[in-house]
């Protein structure tokens, strides 16, 4: 995939290169965690749930299309989405230029491996 350090349960990972994009973490702390996700243009993430954490997506730049559960929201710079833990979701970029949102993980486990994915334009099964 990309830069970054490889991911064990119960240590952190800085950043890493996806298919749809990027995401760096810049804090991580006991059932937190923060992120700046990055989505390229025309891309989404997986569609997912998480078991041990919810996610609080604020708009940086750009227009996401979010996907929570069965509502689909559009959201500009400065909006807000929830996602509960366990919620369907997923994130997508369908404008011109990238996409970046503030995640914020809580839960008692925040590591990458707490991923369920549903379905993915990138054929990667966790």
């Known amino acids: 995939m990309g830069a970054g350090t490889t991911t064990l349960r119960g240590m952190s990972v800085i950043s890493e290169d996806r298919p749809w994009g990027s ?8 059932g937190y965690k923060v992120k700046r996700i990055v989505v390229h243009p025309g891309k989404r993430l997986s569609l997912q749930t998480h078991e041990h ?11 996401a299309t979010c ?15 929830d996602v509960p833990l366990g919620a369907m979701h997923r ?4 404008h011109s230029e990238d996409l970046q949102i503030i995640e914020v993980q809580q839960g008692a486990y925040t590591g ?12 990667r099964h966790e």
């Open 53 to 63: 954490r919810s996610e609080h997506w604020v708009v940086i730049f750009g227009i």
């Open 67 to 81: 996907t929570v559960g069965e509502t689909v929201v559009k959201a500009g710079p400065g909006d807000c989405i």
């Open 91 to 94: 994130l997508s970029n369908e």
């Open 112 to 123: 990458e491996d707490d991923i369920q994915r549903h379905e993915d334009d990138f054929g």
């Open 23 to 30: 995401w760096h973490v810049i804090e991580d702390g006991q």
